[in-house]
T-cell receptor, first 112, second 114 residues
Framework: EDQVTQSPEALRLQEGESSSLNCSYT??????LFWYRQDPGKGPEFLFT???AGEEKEKERLKATLTKKESFLHITAPKPEDSATYLC?????????????FGKGTLLTVNP | DAGVIQSPRHEVTEMGQEVTLRCKPI?????LFWYRQTMMRGLELLIY????????DSGMPEDRFSAKMPNASFSTLKIQPSEPRDSAVYFC????????????FGSGTRLTVV
């Protein structure tokens, strides 16, 4: 069974304090790893897709990386507006399989 | 583009009542997904459609749940009869089949069954 595990469950940072969130996965054949941001009371918002080990994507203060077993979301010099729950998800290969399996997320709080 | 539109935003109902959640996907998207989110279990896929046809409903918890997509611009998720353990936030998302990008989610329906 495909599994996605995110750590830590919650993370508190001071503004400007860089850190990383982890997403480890066990799947039969990875066809994409996705990062989303979710603000309270809203639906998840798409950030990045990574397809192969070694790939990196960047957006403002966020950088996502991928290995064969895990992905990291690096947050450089975070600001309070980066506070949100960050979700990762995987899509696996096979037939018409087009669904995403999500981890439970990391709740990030950035204090001013 | 108005995005994925879900209604209602909040629903409070009594145990045993029928509940219908509605979703309008982004125009041109041909894949539609229904997810349920709880603190304990996170985001769980209930069912998804490609070109209005249900592809995988293995996540539907039991026969009390049913979903339809009568056309490309509308889908419903129905719970009958509802139970307190159905209380959760239900999200609809849409995507373009074959796209390598992510889904676009709606704002969700918060369901409370008392």
């Amino acid at each position: 069974e495909d599994q996605v595990t995110q750590s830590p469950e919650a993370l508190r940072l001071q503004e400007g304090e860089s850190s990383s969130l982890n997403c480890s996965y066990t799947v039969s054949g990875l066809r994409g790893l996705f990062w989303y941001r979710q603000d309270p009371g809203k639906g998840p918002e798409f950030l990045f897709t990574l397809y192969s080990a070694g790939e990196e994507k960047e957006k403002e203060r966020l950088k996502a990386t991928l290995t064969k077993k895990e992905s990291f979301l690096h947050i450089t010099a975070p600001k309070p507006e980066d506070s949100a729950t960050y979700l990762c998800a995987v899509r696996v290969s096979g037939g018409s399989n087009y669904k995403l399996t999500f981890g439970k997320g990391t709740l990030l709080t950035v204090n001013p | 583009d108005a995005g994925v539109i879900q209604s209602p935003r909040h629903e409070v109902t009594e145990m045993g009542q029928e509940v219908t959640l509605r979703c309008k996907p982004i125009s041109g998207h041909n894949s539609l997904f229904w997810y349920r989110q709880t603190m304990m279990r996170g985001l769980e896929l209930l069912i998804y459609f490609n070109n209005n046809v249900p592809i995988d409903d293995s996540g539907m918890p039991e026969d009390r749940f049913s979903a339809k997509m009568p056309n490309a611009s509308f889908s419903t998720l129905k719970i009958q009869p509802s139970e307190p353990r159905d209380s959760a936030v239900y999200f609809c998302a849409s995507s373009l089949l074959g796209s390598l990008g992510g889904y676009t989610f709606g704002s969700g329906t918060r369901l409370t069954v008392v």
